[in-house]
Each structure stands twice: as C-alpha cells, then as structure tokens.
C-alpha cells in the first residue's frame, strides 16, 4: 500500500455469477475446467446487462471463459478497464471435476452437501483453502480501487463465500443461498488498518420483481398471450418468489411425515394400523409410489417417523424423530397433548430447515398413516363449519355403511369437541388441531408455517396434506392477516383428490388468500405419499425454463399479433 492510501479502504463491489454452460445444464461439476458459456448463457448474460444498472468504474474476472465472456457482455462498448484476476477462479475438486455429484466416492456428495467446510478434494481444493484466496484478491481489489465501484465477475462457490460472509450466515447455511446464474449483487467491502476483510449490505442490482413485470417478460415470449396457460402463471410465482427473471427449480425433495391414529379403533378405515409401519419398511427399501415418482423426477425424499405406533428398526432413509406412538381416539377425546403438537411441529420445521439448508428450491408434503383421511376431515369440518357428509370420503377404500360410519364419526367428534372448547379466537385453529389431527398432521402444519421463512416452493400434494396447509394458513391469520401472505405467495396445490372435502377446502383457501387457489392437476388420484407433488415438480421446472429461456419476440425477430403489440 502507497503512503497516500489510506488505512482503511472500503470499495461497492458488483458481484456476477456467469452465465449458464452445458455442465451447469446436465448438472455436472466443471470447478476449473474451462467451459464456456451456452448460447442460453449469453442470452442471460445479456438480458442481465439490460436490466441492471452497471455504473462501474472498473472490473476483474477469473480467468476462466465463463467468467470472462459474461464481464465483456456486463461492460458491452463501454470504456471500462477489465483485468484477469486469478484468484477469483472456480475452486478445483480435483478428480471430482467433470462428474456428476453421485458419480463421486461414496459418502463424498452426501458430505459435500452437510458438512462442505470440513470437505477436502483429492488433488483439488478445499472451500477454506477457496475462501483464502478469494479473500486475498477481494482485498487487493479494495486496496488498489478505494471508493470505486468495481465490477466482479466469478463463479458460483465464490459469489456463494461472499455473499454468506455479508449476510453474516453461519457456515451451515452455505447452501441455503441461492446463487443463480447470471445473478448480480452490489456488497460494500471495507479493508480495515489490520488487513481484515469485512463485507456487508446485500443488495440485488436486479430491479424488483413484481407480478405485473414478470407477466410483461411472460407476454413478450414467442407465443400467443396466455397460450401456455397454468405453465404461465406458474412462472410468474415463481419469478416473483425467487425474485428473479431467470427463476430456476434446481434441487426438489418430498418430505413425507408418517403417524398413526387412535380414531382407527372406530373402524373408519379398510386397512389395518399396522399398513402404516409396514408401508414405512416399504418407503425405506424403494418400493412405494414416491420412491418411483421420485426416482423418474430427479426429487430427493425423505421419510420421517413422527408418530407411528410402533418402535421402526434402524432403517435407511427412515429419520426418527418420533413425538408418540400414534395419537388418541379423537372420538373419545383429544388426540393429542399441548406438548405433543409442539413437538410434532417442531419436527415438520426442521424437515424444512434441512431442506433449505441443502438448497432445495421446492419441497413438497407428504404423509403415510391409516386413520389420516378421517383426522383430515375432521379437522376441515372444524374449520370451515362444514359437515361430516361434505368432507369425508372414502380415502383408503370405505363405502356403503363404513364410509357413513366414518362420517358420523367426525360430525360427533366435531360435536364432542366443540361442547368441550373453552380456547377461541387466536388459539382455535391450534386447538382443533390437538383435538382432532394427527401427528403426522401437525409435523406438515409446522413445516408449511416454516417455509414461509425461506426461498422456496412449497407443493401441497393431495386431501391430507392441503388440510394441514389450510390449518397452518389459519394458525397464521389468526395471529395477525399479513402473516398468511407469505405462505400462498410460495404455495403450489399439486393435484385434485378425489376425496370429497375438497371443494370445501379450496373455498376457504381462497378466502383466506384473497385469490383462487386451484390444484394443478387433475389425474383422480387420492393415494397420498406426496405423489402428486413429485408429479408437478417437472411442470415447475418447465415454466422456470419457459421464463428463463424461452425467446422473446425481438430476441427472435419474429412478428407479433397484428395490433397487439404480443
């Protein structure tokens, strides 16, 4: 440092994740191989340049062509210095480069996404070996550029270290971030006398997203307007979700929540309590429904143990986190204790807490417990007024006289219950759920009000699991109405059961929303599982790429609709 610098510098740096590339797209680990940009990469990379506001006096890349080729198209005819900057390269994963994660050593990629900083590659780099030179070429640029804006164009691991440190997240929330591609981010560094590295004030240098700006991009593509129906409006939640014109669902995971029930006693199911152990021995060795949905569509699972009546074995791919064996009787009293539905989501928020923390852009709900379709009825009836008629269906297969009996179970349920209340307002829609729910249940109520704290797309799947997303939704707006906002701006109802409460509960979802909440399918299914969530999890994908890929009409020099300007 000369004489003239001060002791402390501090610069605003914009920090830029290149452009997508073909091992981005077949979601392969290129580190510091040298790939360049995809053609899509450079449509992003320029979009980029066009919605930001890029007043810089200087720039720095990695040397890799990713790198380089989106800081050309960021600084585009102006007079802007750009120098190499080898420090800010991709890290190098050593033999690991150029696979795919589940190509790596055993237990590497599993270790990789909950412990990175503890992770070394063989013949490559570790993340605080990275985090070591980054720092250094960040300070350098700081020292040499004080009190100018300085354009930084690098890679995701790096933008990822940075933008962690800023935002003050703790090293397990690493892969909580997202850092797309051809994102943008304005961070103040600041060096002080001591050579330290401080980095802070997050902003995106992308305009704010609002729904009426995402629907313009939406109408601007090579299409007519609203020709791609749902798959549009879709993509305009989750642009506006993830606050982003190039919105992506990278990484998906159902979590699916198993309990049993004390109502089975009164014969409101056709199979037996013990389906419920047995079908999660059959989730653990891949033979259920969403073990193959899951597989087709590239969707992690994870199954978890809240409450089935009996002690599980050791299984893989089973979490225990068991509150009780399963609950009470509804019908002779309440199904659970105040601590029980507190432990019980609590269980469900961690589920989406791991969830977060791996990166998942979208998590989907599931259950697995015989007597759940009767507790779900029962708890709709509570909140909406409705009738054991209106909400009970045949769910695991009851007709005829069982399935009247299961109806008058609930309407007396209700009816017992409802003598018995002395807790209102605010604390109602907890107390129904005690009385009537289940612990599987109250584990998805936790996780949707969860979600609402993170950046992610939470798919309701069928009955069971919307029931417990209404009753979450109803839990927030009785605390206060603005708190229920962010729970539908990220809710994507999967499909539309066959069970007979849903037109009541989709009634009251759009009451409580202020808009109408539509289930994206409709294939007849009522299995459960989470099933019809991993089935709309391609279609999210899909209006992600719509909006992220698609050409506009002046990208492809293709006319418009005569007079309509689309």
């Not at 120098?83 to 190509?103: F, K, R, S, T, V």
């Not at 809240?306 to 009293?333: I, Y």
């Not at 704290?453 to 939470?458: C, E, F, T, Y």
Request: proline content about 4%.
């Amino acid at each position: 440092m000369s004489p003239a610098t001060p002791l402390e510098v501090s610069a605003r740096l914009l920090i830029v994740r290149h452009g997508e590339t073909s091992y981005n797209r077949m979601g392969r680990v290129q580190g510091s191989i040298d790939i360049p940009m995809s053609a899509q990469g450079e449509r992003h990379m320029t979009r980029l340049a066009n919605r930001i506001v890029s007043d810089v006096d200087v720039a720095y890349t990695s040397p890799l062509l990713r790198a380089w080729r989106s800081a050309q198209l960021l600084i585009g005819s102006r007079d802007i210095a750009l120098h190499d900057a080898p420090d800010l390269a991709e890290m190098h994963y050593g033999a690991c480069q150029g696979a795919h994660e589940e190509e790596w050593p055993p237990g590497s990629s599993e270790q990789w996404r909950e412990d990175p900083w503890q992770m070394a590659f063989p013949d490559g780099e570790s993340l605080p070996a990275l985090r070591r030179r980054v720092h250094r070429a960040v300070t350098d640029i700081v020292r040499r550029h004080h009190g100018q804006r300085v354009l930084v164009s690098t890679h995701g691991l790096v933008a990822r270290i940075l933008l962690t440190e800023a935002l003050q997240r703790s090293p397990q929330e690493f892969w909580g971030l997202r850092i797309p591609n051809a994102a943008a981010w304005w961070v103040q560094c600041r060096v002080d006398a001591d050579g330290g590295l401080h980095l802070s004030d997050v902003r995106s240098a992308e305009p704010v997203v609002t729904p009426e700006l995402a629907q313009l991009v939406v109408d601007s593509k090579t299409k007519p307007q609203g020709s791609l129906g749902v798959i549009e409006s879709i993509a305009v939640q989750l642009a506006v979700l993830q606050q982003s014109l190039c919105p992506v669902i990278g990484r998906a995971r159902i979590c699916v929540f198993g309990g049993d029930h004390g109502v089975t006693n009164e014969g409101v199911s056709a199979y037996p309590s013990a389906v419920t152990a047995e079908m999660m021995r059959n989730f653990a060795s891949g033979g259920a429904a969403i073990n193959a949905f899951a597989r087709a569509n590239d969707i992690e699972l994870e199954v978890v143990d809240v409450g089935v009546a009996s002690e599980l074995p050791d299984w893989p791919g089973v979490r225990r986190e068991k509150v009780r064996q399963g609950t009470e009787n509804f019908r002779r009293g309440a199904a659970m204790s105040a601590a029980d539905i507190d432990a019980a989501m609590a269980v469900g928020a961690g589920a989406i807490k791991r969830a977060a923390a791996s990166g998942a852009d979208a998590v989907g709900l599931g259950e697995m417990g015989i007597g759940n379709s009767t507790s779900a009825a029962a708890l709709l009836a509570a909140l909406t007024g409705a009738s054991g008629e209106e909400t009970a269906g045949s769910g695991t297969g009851v007709h005829g006289e069982s399935l009247r009996r299961k109806q008058r179970v609930v309407d007396d349920s209700i009816a017992m219950h409802r003598a018995e209340m002395t807790l209102a307002g605010a604390d109602a829609p907890r107390e129904w759920i005690r009385r009537v729910g289940g612990l599987e249940i109250a584990a998805m109520v936790g996780a949707a009000i969860e979600s609402t704290q993170h950046d992610m797309v939470l798919i309701a799947d069928g009955f069971i699991s919307t029931v417990a997303v209404l009753a979450a939704a109803e839990v927030l707006s009785a605390e206060t109405p603005a708190r229920v906002r962010p729970l539908f701006a990220r809710l994507v109802l999967a499909h539309r059961s066959t069970e007979r409460g849903v037109a009541r509960m989709l009634d009251r979802l759009t009451q409580l929303a202020g808009t109408p909440q539509q289930p994206v399918l409709d294939l007849s299914m009522r299995l459960g599982e989470g099933t019809g969530a991993a089935l709309v999890v391609p279609l999210l994908r899909a209006s992600a790429a719509m909006m992220r890929d698609m050409s506009t009409f002046s990208e492809a020099a293709v006319s418009t609709a005569s007079g309509s300007g689309a």
